[in-house]
C-alpha cells in the first residue's frame, strides 16, 4: 500500500525494497559489532573498578598496619610495666599457700577443752590427759581400727570421782560436743590413795578430734589487692628495671 495519505493526491504504487542483501547484511554486522564492543568496553570498566577497589583497599590496609606496626614498641613497654602483677599472683598464692600450710590443723584448745570440761561431772577431777594430734607434717589419720575413720587426732584421759558415773552417759555427754566423737571408757575401776583410805572410781578412755574442732582462722575474706598494694609494688618493679 501507499504509506502517503490520499488528500495528498499521489498515486498508489507498491512499495519495492531495493536495498542489496549484502547492504543489509553489512548493516547488521556492523550493529553486532558494535554491541560487542559496547560489552567488551562495559567489561574493561568493571575490571578497571575492581582494581581500583583492591587498590585503594590494600593501600589502607598497609596503612593501618604501619600505624600498629609503630605502636608495637610503646604497648610493649606499656605491657612491660606490669610484669609486678605477676609476682604480687605469685606472693598472694604463697601467702595463701603457706596460711593453709600452718593453719591447716590449728585447733582452739581453750574452747575445746572448756567444752570438755563442762561436759564432765562435777566432782570429777582430770588426772592426766594426752592429746596426740595431726600437723602440718603429719595429716590426718584414723584410729586403725575396723570402724576408724579419717579425723585430726585423739585426746586420752583419766579422771578419779567419788562417786559412781555411769560410762556410757560419760560418752554421750563427751560425743554430744562438737569437735569430738567416737569417745570410748576404757575402763572403769576403785582405786585407793597410798596414804589414806579414800576410795573412788577411776575412768580412763579416749575421744577422736574430729575436724569441727578447726578454728578456720586460716579463711579470708580477701578478694582483690588493695590499691595501694599494688601502687607499691609497681613503684618496685620499675626502681629494679632502672
Known amino acids: 500500500m501507499n504509506p502517503v495519505s490520499q488528500s495528498v493526491g499521489a498515486a498508489s504504487t507498491a512499495q519495492v525494497n531495493l536495498l542489496p542483501p549484502e547492504i543489509a547484511q553489512r548493516r547488521s554486522q556492523g550493529r553486532a559489532r558494535i554491541g560487542i564492543f559496547a560489552g567488551f568496553v562495559v567489561f574493561l570498566l568493571l575490571l578497571a573498578g575492581a582494581y581500583v577497589y583492591s587498590f585503594t583497599t590494600r593501600v589502607a590496609a598497609e596503612d593501618e598496619l604501619a600505624q600498629e606496626q609503630a605502636r608495637r614498641p610503646q ?7 606490669y610484669d609486678y602483677i605477676n609476682d604480687v599472683q605469685a606472693q598472694r598464692e604463697n601467702s595463701y599457700n603457706a596460711r593453709a600450710w600452718a593453719g ?7 574452747t ?27 595429716a590426718a589419720g584414723d ?32 560425743d554430744a560436743l562438737s569437735g ?11 582405786q585407793s590413795s597410798a596414804d589414806s583410805d579414800v576410795f573412788y572410781w ?17 579463711e579470708t ?4 589487692v588493695p ?13 629494679e628495671q632502672n
Open 112 to 138: 575445746q577443752l572448756a567444752g570438755l570440761n563442762a561436759a564432765m561431772p562435777d566432782d570429777i577431777q582430770w588426772t592426766s590427759m594426752q592429746v596426740t594430734q595431726a600437723t602440718p607434717y603429719s
Open 221 to 224: 575474706a580477701q578478694t582483690e
Open 202 to 218: 577411776e575412768y580412763a578412755g579416749a575421744t577422736r578430734i574430729t575436724f569441727n574442732a578447726l578454728s578456720g582462722r586460716v
Open 180 to 190: 569430738y566423737q567416737d569417745t570410748w571408757i576404757d575402763s572403769s575401776q576403785i
Open 143 to 174: 584410729d586403725g581400727t575396723v570402724f576408724g575413720s579419717l579425723d585430726m587426732g585423739t585426746v586420752a584421759f583419766v579422771g578419779r570421782s567419788l562417786e559412781p558415773l555411769a560410762p556410757a552417759d560419760l560418752v554421750d555427754s563427751i
Open 104 to 110: 591447716l590443723t590449728d585447733i582452739d584448745w581453750a
Open 75 to 81: 604497648l610493649v613497654t606499656e605491657l612491660a610495666s
Open 227 to 239: 590499691p595501694e598494694l599494688l601502687e607499691d609494688n609497681a613503684g618496685e618493679a620499675n626502681e
